[in-house]
């Protein structure tokens, strides 16, 4: 029994020596490298991931320069049609006051239609020249409105709060 005990041990412990190299081999040789690769995808995964963050940032940057610029835009362009609009309904209300002027002194028996023309002048109903000071405080409102719209984009290409819009009335 002796011979069968010695041969049943060496296959034993060959069996043994087969087992654990089979499972260094698997360790080293299936298991470790695997691990790696799911490290590596992980990594990849997570760059792509801040990547796309990145993108998502820069695209949403890009879309509120844009809006910011499309509203400086407009603003700016109703800063300017409000200069507009104040301008001719100046000079309307200067017109209608020159032609009260005339309508009085044509309406003095003593007065001729051309001495009256030549005392009280009739200004152009749109596009006149108006009084340097008037002219001036049209223009300080419309470049102190352009100067908001300005501060307004600034402000809304940072990505702060936007600021309230001005009231028309007050242009």
Same mark, same amino acid.
């Given at each position: %029994?002796?011979?069968?005990?010695?041969?049943?041990? *060496?296959?034993?412990? $060959?069996? $043994? &020596?087969?087992?654990?190299?089979?499972?260094?081999?698997?360790?080293?040789?299936?298991?470790? !490298?695997?691990?790696?690769? @799911?490290?590596?995808?992980?990594? %990849?995964?997570? *760059?792509?991931?801040? $990547?796309?963050?990145?993108? *998502?940032?820069?695209?949403?940057?890009?879309?509120? %320069?844009?809006?910011?610029?499309?509203?400086?835009?407009?603003? &700016?362009?109703?800063?300017?049609?409000?200069?507009?609009?104040?301008?001719?309904?100046?000079?309307?209300?200067?017109?209608?006051?020159?032609?009260? #002027?005339?309508?009085?002194?044509?309406?003095?028996?003593?007065?001729?239609?051309?001495?009256?023309?030549?005392?009280?002048?009739?200004?152009?109903?749109?596009?006149?020249?108006? !009084?340097?000071? =008037?002219?001036?405080?049209?223009?300080? #409102?419309?470049?102190? @409105?352009?100067?908001?719209?300005?501060? @307004? =984009?600034?402000?809304?290409?940072?990505?702060?709060? !936007?600021? !309230?819009?001005?009231?028309? #009335?007050? &242009?």
């Amino acid at each position: %029994m002796l011979k069968h005990s010695n041969a049943i041990l *060496k296959l034993a412990l $060959a069996l $043994a &020596v087969l087992l654990a190299g089979g499972g260094i081999g698997f360790y080293y040789g299936i298991f470790l !490298p695997s691990q790696e690769i @799911r490290r590596q995808t992980q990594a %990849m995964a997570e *760059k792509k991931a801040a $990547a796309d963050a990145q993108g *998502k940032a820069l695209a949403d940057r890009a879309k509120r %320069m844009q809006a910011a610029q499309t509203e400086y835009e407009d603003c &700016v362009n109703f800063a300017e049609l409000s200069y507009k609009q104040r301008w001719t309904q100046s000079c309307q209300s200067l017109h209608d006051a020159d032609q009260a #002027a005339f309508q009085d002194c044509s309406d003095n028996l003593f007065s001729t239609q051309a001495g009256c023309l030549a005392k009280h002048p009739i200004r152009p109903e749109r596009d006149c020249a108006l !009084p340097g000071q =008037m002219a001036q405080e049209l223009t300080d #409102a419309r470049d102190k @409105r352009k100067a908001e719209c300005l501060a @307004r =984009m600034r402000t809304e290409q940072e990505g702060g709060p !936007p600021l !309230p819009p001005n009231d028309p #009335a007050g &242009v």
